[in-house]
Each structure stands twice: as C-alpha cells, then as structure tokens.
C-alpha cells in the first residue's frame, strides 16, 4: 500500500541554524500539507500546497518558513532560522482531493537546542 | 474562530467496556469529517470518515449531526490495544477558500484489563 515518507526521522540542530525537511507524498496525491505538534499539544495546520504554489498557511508559518516541490515527488519544508520553540514533531500529510482522506507522514522529531 | 473541541480525557474504562467520545465544531460549512487514531510519538491513522447516516467498522460507530454540528464516536468491547488518543478531524474552509483538516486537541483512551 503507498505511503507518506519522510526524513530524516530526528533532526538536532543549533539555534539560528536552517533546517531542511524533506516528504514524499503519496504519488497520485495532489493537495499537500505540513503540520507540527509540539509534545503533549494538538496538531496544528501550518501550510497547503496544490497546484505548486501554497493554498492555505496558518499564523505559524511565518517568514521563517517556506516550503517547496522541488521535482515530481518530494516536497520540502524549510526552516531559515530556527528557534527553540521550533522543538516538535513536523508531520507531512497528502491526499488526492479536497474532501477525501489525508495520509500522514511517520514524522520528523526536530530539536533545537 | 473556528474550533474544533473534544473532551481530553483520560477516559480510563476496563477491557470489553463500551466508550463515547464527542466532538464539536463551530464551522457549519464543514463538508468532511473523520476520526483518527494516535499512539504515543506516531503518525495521526485514520480510524474511520464519517457520513451523514452514521457508519460501522467492527465494535467501530460513527455518527454525525449537522443540525448540532456534532460528532460522535462508539467503541464497543474495549480492547487492550484500543488504548490511544482519539483525534476529531473537521474538513473546514479556509479564507482563501481552500479546505483544511482541522483537528482537535485529542481524547485519551486508557483500556485496563
């Protein structure tokens, strides 16, 4: 059964350093979406992306973030400078339309120390 | 601003034990709806959509109420391995038009035997 992948699992980074996390969605997939939960908290929206631009971002995805479809199948999230409120699970999820299910990514631990 | 909210729990109940969980929106142009299931540190999995006739999957029921814009989830004879957090997901429209799984905080499910 096709899946989300993503790397790398865990991320340790310093503060201020960019970070790269990278997904590969679910290949006839066309909505694609990034979201975080810092531990112990809900999982909150952070960005869409359909038609190669983004649809939707939430009050999170500020300045610091970008994402980006690179090629056919991965899609990346960027993050140019990190803080240590940054430190949470950052999950990447796809689905073939608007109103079906999305599929989740296992998820990338980023701790900034 | 659009909630979606749910009881966190614990909900502490003994193996073959039945359990409901709530779950409301305030967005009453929601279209989709689902309910996930998450384990400690792990991907959200969907567990079951949800129709507007209510759905079965097993000891699994599904049941939606527009007028109330409410959501509801059945387990019946708890199962050890039913221990999880339960996430009430809500398709919503964003500003810019787009939909956007919304998810609330999570109900903690603990079976004991």
């Known amino acids: 059964e096709p899946e989300v992948t993503q790397t790398p699992s865990h991320q340790v980074t310093q503060m201020g350093q960019e970070v790269i996390l990278r997904c590969v969605p679910i290949?006839?997939?066309?909505?694609f979406y990034w979201y975080r939960q810092i531990l112990g908290q809900k999982v909150e929206f952070l960005v869409s992306?359909?038609?190669?631009?983004?649809?939707?971002k939430s009050e999170i995805f500020d300045d610091q973030f970008s994402v980006e479809r690179p090629d056919g199948s991965n899609f990346t999230l960027k993050i140019r400078s990190t803080k240590l409120e940054d430190s949470a699970m950052y999950f990447c999820?796809?689905?073939?339309?608007?109103?079906?299910?999305?599929?989740f990514g296992p998820g990338t631990r980023l701790l900034v120390l | 601003r659009k909630e979606v909210e749910q009881d966190p729990g614990p909900f502490n109940v003994p193996e073959g034990a039945t359990v409901a969980f709530n779950c409301t929106y305030s967005?009453?142009?929601?279209?989709?709806f689902f309910w996930y299931r998450q384990d400690c540190r792990k991907e959200p999995k969907l567990l079951m959509s949800?129709?507007?006739s209510g759905n079965e999957d097993g000891r699994f029921t599904a049941q939606l109420n527009r007028a109330s814009q409410y959501i509801s989830l059945l387990i019946r004879d708890s199962k050890l391995s039913d221990s999880a957090t339960y996430l009430c997901?809500?398709?919503?429209?964003?500003?810019?038009?787009?939909?956007?799984?919304?998810f609330g905080r999570g109900t903690s499910l603990i079976v004991h035997p």
């Open positions: 999820a796809s689905r073939r339309t608007e109103q079906e299910t999305q599929y």
């Open positions: 290949s006839n997939h066309l909505y």
């Open positions: 992306f359909y038609n190669n631009e983004i649809s939707e």
């Open positions: 967005n009453s142009a929601s279209q989709s």
């Open positions: 949800v129709y507007s």
């Open positions: 997901v809500v398709n919503e429209r964003a500003s810019g038009g787009s939909y956007i799984p919304t």
